[in-house]
T-cell receptor
Framework: KAGVTQTPRYLIKTRGQQVTLSCSPI?????VSWYQQTPGQGLQFLFE???????NKGNFPGRFSGRQFSNSRSEMNVSTLELGDSALYLC????????????FGQGTRLTVV | AQSVAQPEDQVNVAEGNPLTVKCTYS??????LFWYVQYPNRGLQFLLK??????LVKGSYGFEAEFNKSQTSFHLKKPSALVSDSALYFC?????????????FGQGTELSVKP
């Protein structure tokens, strides 16, 4: 069974640009969550999508957005990039209920210069 | 606010010795607790979870964790450490909302196992 696939693995962008990251969950998983990992803030929840609907959003500015498609694949977008957006962005897929484990992709390393 | 805490930034262990990575929680109700491991430049890998039932939970790669309600702890343990266990370990709980849940992570503990 294929794992969670995130593309691209690495990105370098300039301040003010926008970026789109992609996540393909494990087959059969309907929940996709996104997390940001930085040395200073650790792992922080961005948002979760379940059956194409955003179920919850973390405490991030509106520049961070996402969506989920009918095949459960998800994208997240960050507009007007800032230096502080440099981070490892992790996608996790799960069956969607509260007590099931999440399976993480390898992440996308975003560097904003 | 509900949270989990990992009081040690780093744990150093000699290969073959037992290891413990500590986690305490401040969560209302019955917590859903997890341990994940992260190797360099990789995503997180699930190790084990506690939902309900036996307080001793066995997981992947020989790891286990003990849920202690009176001490609000969920320490990760392994009887005999391997050099390959060196990685970043995260304790987490699920914050429940809208029929879903989001993982709230501790700050992570760097485990270093020396030969």
């Amino acid at each position: 069974k294929a794992g969670v696939t995130q593309t691209p693995r690495y990105l370098i962008k300039t301040r003010g640009q926008q970026v789109t990251l992609s996540c393909s969950p494990i087959s059969g998983h309907r929940s996709v969550s996104w997390y940001q990992q930085t040395p200073g803030q650790g792992l922080q929840f961005l948002f979760e999508y379940f059956s194409e609907t955003q179920r919850n959003k973390g405490n991030f500015p509106g520049r961070f957005s996402g969506r989920q498609f009918s095949n459960s694949r998800s994208e997240m977008n960050v507009s007007t990039l800032e230096l502080g957006d440099s981070a490892l962005y992790l996608c996790a897929s799960s069956l969607g209920s509260q007590n099931t484990e999440a399976f993480f992709g390898q992440g996308t390393r975003l560097t904003v210069v | 606010a509900q949270s989990v805490a990992q009081p040690e930034d780093q744990v150093n262990v000699a290969e073959g010795n037992p290891l413990t990575v500590k986690c305490t929680y401040s969560v209302s109700g019955n917590p859903y607790l997890f341990w994940y491991v992260q190797y360099p430049n990789r995503g997180l890998q699930f190790l084990l979870k506690y939902i309900t039932g036996d307080n001793l939970v066995k997981g992947s790669y020989g790891f286990e964790a003990e849920f202690n309600k009176s001490q609000t702890s969920f320490h990760l343990k392994k009887p005999s450490a391997l050099v390959s266990d060196s990685a970043l370990y995260f304790c987490a709980f699920v914050m429940i909302y809208n029929q879903g849940g989001k993982l709230i992570f501790g700050q992570g503990t760097e485990l270093s196992v020396k030969p």
